[in-house]
């Protein structure tokens, strides 16, 4: 597939590592794509602004700070058809301190996809943390992933990304059930973060035989 990565952060780096060598056409797109140069080589990407990233590929990743999404994701052009992988989480002040700003009647997932109304927009990689998402390969057990969306041809596509990245995809459902895991996502932040389980663990789903 070809790939496009926004946003080339703790997120997309990850993401870049984890597809590399997966046999995907990799596009890094940054606001000075000098500055992943290094990136690019290690994992055999090509660096471009954003803009033309995004141009170049069929699936696009959007691994921004949800502050500056909507803004960057206008400066992205059309986006029509494309897949597009939502794995911002809407974090930011609530009334309650620092929490997610959307949930219950709309979703970030949502929100997005109201940008890019010709866009086909998937939920995923939202749930753990980016160094999971760089190698997988370092739990004992294959790690869940949950995607969402309303176009199942997307979320083929996206599975067999979230397959090549070493997660069991699991379908959510629908867009609207990005108001569930964006909600997940806390858990696993609140566990890292706040009860100090550390960074290094994810969820798997366990079935009886
Ligand atoms: N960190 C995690 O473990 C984790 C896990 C799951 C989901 N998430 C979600 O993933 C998203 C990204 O998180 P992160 O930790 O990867 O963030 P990050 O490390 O701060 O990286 C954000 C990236 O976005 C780029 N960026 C910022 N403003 C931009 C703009 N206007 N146009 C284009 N690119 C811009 C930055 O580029 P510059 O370097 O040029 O500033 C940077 O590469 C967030 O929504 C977060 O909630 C994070």
Known sequence: MRIAIIGTGNVGSALARGLKGKGHDLWLGAREPGTVAALAAETGAKAALPRDAAAAADLV???????????????????????????????????????????????????????????????????????????????????????????????SQVAQVLADLGFEPLDAGDLTKARYLEPFAMVWINQAIFRAKGRNWAFAAVSAT
């Open 61 to 155: 990743i959007l691994s921004l700070p949800w502050g500056v999404a909507e803004a960057a994701v206008a400066a992205l052009g059309d986006l029509s058809g494309k897949v597009v992988v939502d794995c911002m989480n809407p974090i930011g002040r609530t009334a309650q301190g620092m929490g997610l700003t959307h949930g219950h009647t709309t979703s970030g997932a949502e929100i997005v996809q109201g940008w890019l109304p010709k866009a086909r927009v998937v939920k995923t990689l939202n749930q753990v943390g980016a160094e999971i998402m760089a190698d997988t390969s370092v739990l004992p057990h294959r790690p869940v992933m949950f995607m969402a969306g309303n176009d199942e041809a997307a979320k």
